[in-house]
């Protein structure tokens, strides 16, 4: 299987949003028993390791990047949830390559028929750069992905992405938040798509699928400063399959439940994602101090931490000295942050990929032939 991973964030083949991607590709692989193999660039740089210190896991060996396992690892690999024997399991595997997007050159530098050809994509947010949804850069970006990809197996859209390719798909617009939701939140299974199931039933839905064997309240991070509402989605007639009442909608799909998904949090994190977002925007803000102060992600950090870090906040604002951010507390384990949400993230990665490859099975599977008439006597 192919995936696609278009990093509209950055060029740099290092960036943060590969290296999540690529650990929650890897780690709901893993589950599943599969292989992940490539990790190579389709953008004219070397289709090699994402960085100097990338494992074939996805996970970074190297010692400024946190790992997704104390042992590097992305999870433990367990192949009897997929239903497939070991032999079977062993024999799948997920090629991963990236695209580095820049929205303002897209039409120059991107390989389109590279893109075209995966099986399956995830397109990341990116920061905002207007007001409206209709202005922002990366939109022309995915209305092209929707137009030339149209015939993958499933267009994962996440954050700015899902926003972008909401108002395209459904005419939805953002809403501009008071202040960012950043940190740890709790979702149910809900909406629409709730209420046919009758409760969390597999095949009972097309998007069912999706979130078999995720136990409620499921925890996912959320980082940004813009909302579509669930009111928002439920009205253009969007299933809603992971709801907060804190943090609104976070997985929606289109009406079959795989080739339109759209994430507007983030569960593709690593323990230490969101510290180091902090970390950046204080960083920000020691150059701009006419910035909004930026609040710690809220249900991230552990009590002692937290404590920590409103001392430290005590001190940027009265010395403006970034030295203070030296020794910054960047979480490595699961078990260092409040609310560890990676179990199910690689339960969802591990869904969406199995339903990927039947989507893609079931496409590649020649018809039966048509039964012949009975020739009359």
């Given at each position: ?27 709901g ?80 530098d ?27 850069p ?32 459904h ?54 400063w ?6 928002d ?98 979480p ?15 339960v ?30």
């Amino acid at each position: 299987m192919r995936i696609g991973i278009v990093d509209l964030m950055s060029l740099r083949p290092e960036s943060m949003t590969r290296r999540v991607f690529a650990a929650a590709v890897a780690a709901g692989a893993a589950r599943l028993g599969w292989r992940t193999t490539g990790f190579g660039a389709a953008t004219g740089s070397p289709s090699a390791s994402v960085a100097s210190g990338r494992t074939a896991t996805g996970c970074a060996s190297d010692e400024s990047s946190a790992t997704c396992r104390p042992d590097g690892r992305p999870s433990e690999i367990r192949s009897e949830a997929t239903g497939a024997s070991p032999e079977e399991a062993a024999e799948s595997e997920v090629a991963v390559t990236f695209f580095g997007i820049d929205p303002l050159r897209a039409s120059i530098d991107v390989d389109w028929p590279a893109l075209a050809a995966m099986d399956a994509l995830i397109i990341s947010g990116s920061e905002p750069k207007a007001a409206d949804i209709a202005a922002e850069p990366s939109l022309a970006v995915v209305d092209r992905i929707l137009r030339d990809c149209s015939g993958a197996a499933s267009l994962l859209f996440s954050c700015q992405s899902a926003h972008a390719a909401l108002h395209l798909l459904h005419g939805l617009e953002r809403h501009r938040l008071p202040y960012r939701a950043h940190g740890a939140c709790d979702h149910w299974v809900h909406g629409a798509a709730l209420d046919r199931m009758g409760g969390v039933q597999p095949g009972a839905h097309p998007g069912t699928a999706l979130v078999e064997g995720l136990a409620t309240p499921v925890r996912v991070p959320h980082s940004r400063w813009n909302a579509m509402t669930s009111a928002d989605l439920r009205e253009a007639g969007v299933d809603i399959l992971l709801d907060s009442e804190e943090a609104e909608w976070h997985l929606a799909t289109g009406p079959d439940g795989l080739r339109h998904i759209f994430l507007q949090g983030h569960p593709e994190y690593l323990p230490d994602t969101m510290a180091r977002e902090h970390r950046r925007d204080l960083r920000r803000w020691l150059s701009d101090p006419m910035r909004p102060f930026p609040a710690i992600p809220s249900r991230y950090f552990p009590h002692d931490t937290e404590q920590t870090l409103l001392d430290l906040a005590v001190r940027l604002r009265t010395t403006f000295d970034p030295t203070q951010l030296d020794g910054f507390p960047l979480p490595i384990h699961p078990a260092e942050v409040m609310a560890d949400w990676t179990a199910d993230a690689e339960v969802f990665f591990a869904n969406w990929i199995r339903a990927v490859a039947q989507a893609r099975s079931t496409a590649t599977t020649p018809a039966a032939p048509a039964p012949q008439p009975i020739p009359s006597i």
